[in-house]
C-alpha cells in the first residue's frame, strides 16, 4: 500500500511561483508513475501532469492548460514528486493532489488507485 502526502501549497501572487512536493512511502517509487491533479471549487478533479520513470529516462505528460508552466520532475532517492509551477494564474487555484500508479503514465485519474489528501493553491489576482 502506498501512501502519499503533499506539502508546500499557499498563497501567491498572478504571475508568482510556488512548488508542491509529494512525499511516497509503502512502495518501490521508481515503479510507480506519478501524478499530479487538481480539484477547483465546483469543478471535477482534472488531470495536470504526469511522468514515469525508466533506466532509459523519465517520460513527462502535461495538460496544455499548464505546458510551459509547470514543471513535474521526481527525485526517486527522496520517493519524492514535485510540481514546479510557474506563471501562475488564478485560475490556477485548486486543491492539488498527487496520484500514483504502477506501469506507465496515465491521463484518467480512474487509473491512479493511490491519493494524496491534497495541498491548497491559491492564486490572486
Known amino acids: 500500500q502506498v501512501q502519499l502526502v503533499e506539502s508546500g501549497g499557499g498563497l501567491v501572487q498572478a504571475g508568482g511561483s510556488l512548488s508542491v512536493s509529494c512525499a511516497a512511502s509503502?512502495?518501490?517509487?521508481?515503479?510507480?508513475?506519478m501524478g499530479w491533479f487538481r480539484q477547483a471549487p465546483g469543478k471535477e478533479r482534472e488531470f495536470v501532469a504526469a511522468?514515469?520513470?525508466?533506466?532509459?529516462?523519465?517520460?513527462?505528460y502535461y495538460a496544455d492548460s499548464v505546458k510551459g508552466r509547470f514543471t513535474i520532475s521526481r527525485d526517486n532517492a527522496k520517493n519524492t514528486v514535485y510540481l514546479r509551477m510557474n506563471s501562475l494564474k488564478p485560475e490556477d487555484t485548486a486543491v492539488y493532489y498527487c496520484?500514483?500508479?504502477?506501469?506507465?503514465?496515465?491521463?484518467?485519474?480512474?487509473?491512479?488507485?493511490?491519493w494524496g489528501q491534497g495541498t491548497q493553491v491559491t492564486v490572486s489576482s
Open positions: 511522468n514515469t520513470w525508466r533506466w532509459s529516462g523519465v517520460s513527462t
Open positions: 496520484a500514483a500508479r504502477q506501469g506507465d503514465a496515465a491521463w484518467g485519474l480512474d487509473r491512479y488507485p493511490y
Open positions: 509503502g512502495g518501490t517509487f521508481s515503479n510507480y508513475a
